[in-house]
């Protein structure tokens, strides 16, 4: 399956032990990751900052690991529809331009919405549960 992922999902896949590193390691491998440019920038803000305590070195890893992962895609066109988080609109833009089957989130508001632009959006507890595919 073509998966759009959040920043919060790769956050936490790197900085938390427990399910989400789990499923991150274990399924997502099954299918074919997409992310923006701004989410990747979003991801190693965060990753930088003094609550995590990575060493430079380990941000490093950690960057050239999802670049290994997922395919970072720029797109021109947006998403127009009635989202008032840019970066939520930026997610689905992605999802739609891709053909994303799901937009996997931790986010609360896209998590309620169920659908956005046609788009399924899914908490990452579900992605066990997808159809597995090599990518």
Request: hydrophobic fraction near 45%.
């Amino acid at each position: 399956m073509n998966l759009v992922v959040d920043a919060n999902i790769i956050i936490s896949a790197y900085t938390c032990a427990g399910s989400v590193r789990k499923t991150w390691r274990q399924d997502f491998i099954f299918h074919n990751l997409f992310i923006s440019p701004e989410i990747f920038a979003e991801v190693e803000r965060n990753l930088r900052k003094a609550e995590f305590k990575l060493a430079d070195e380990e941000v490093r890893v950690i960057l050239v690991d999802i670049l290994d992962r997922c395919k970072v895609v720029r797109l021109s066109s947006k998403y127009e529809g009635a989202i008032p988080d840019e970066t939520d609109r930026q997610l689905v833009a992605l999802a739609q331009g891709m053909k994303a089957d799901r937009i996997v989130t931790g986010d609360r508001p896209l998590k309620e919405a169920n659908n956005l632009g046609g788009m399924q959006v899914i908490p990452i507890s579900e992605v066990a549960g997808l159809p597995k595919e090599t990518q």
